[in-house]
């Protein structure tokens, strides 16, 4: 068979070369149509393999969102970084809820869940309490909520922890002045340290 290269040198019916016979018109739509034949065949297979690509990549993305929709309790655990009772605990205050639970009574989360300890666990990097973890989740949770409520929490423990910082400096001078005063050296009898805290009030 004539490949693509050949046809571009095959004249046009009427057409007398310099040398030799002119080309049967029969030759040329027999070419013509042997290459429109072959280049039909490439674009149906090549369309059938995308197809087969598209498809099998639809049935793995499915596959892998069916493996990750759920998960129990130990792989939740194992993939925050948390130990079983701290979810178990997290349920009991409301700030976590299984999916379901197996016939068995194995919990079952989403695989949303490990976000939601992400953002407990970041919150109580912060200094919040579980209360008020539960009053940012219930926040997060309502996308029309309000901001203003979001920001009154976090100036609320900002002063806080101002709060908790002096009476840390306060304490730390307290301990300073006692250490001063002990050399550590002899029994505990004769140490300061342990004389002031023993002292009445």
Do not use: W
């Not at 072959?38 to 793995?60: D, H, P, Q, Y």
């Not at 203003?148 to 806080?160: F, P, Q």
């Amino acid at each position: 068979m004539t490949d693509g290269r050949a046809l571009s040198a095959i004249p046009t019916p009427g057409f007398r070369p310099r040398y030799g016979r002119a080309v049967p018109a029969l030759t040329l739509q027999y070419t013509l149509r042997c290459r429109l034949d072959r280049e039909g065949f490439r674009l149906a297979v090549g369309s059938a393999l995308t197809s087969k690509r598209t498809s099998s990549f639809k049935i793995r993305r499915n596959r892998e969102d069916q493996t990750m929709q759920t998960m129990t309790i130990g792989t939740l655990a194992k993939q925050v970084g948390v130990g079983a009772g701290t979810l178990r605990y997290y349920e009991r205050l409301g700030l976590l809820a299984p999916e379901e639970r197996t016939a068995a009574g194995y919990r079952i989360y989403r695989s949303d869940a490990a976000r939601r300890l992400r953002f407990i666990r970041r919150a109580q990097a912060l200094g919040f309490s579980l209360e008020e973890i539960a009053t940012l989740l219930a926040l997060n949770d309502n996308p029309q909520g309000h901001a203003r409520d979001v920001k009154r929490l976090s100036l609320e423990k900002i002063r806080d922890i101002e709060a908790r910082l002096h009476d840390l400096q306060r304490m730390k001078q307290a301990l300073e002045e006692l250490a001063v005063h002990c050399n550590g050296k002899g029994s505990t009898a004769e140490c300061p340290i342990l004389a002031a805290l023993n002292e009445n009030d």
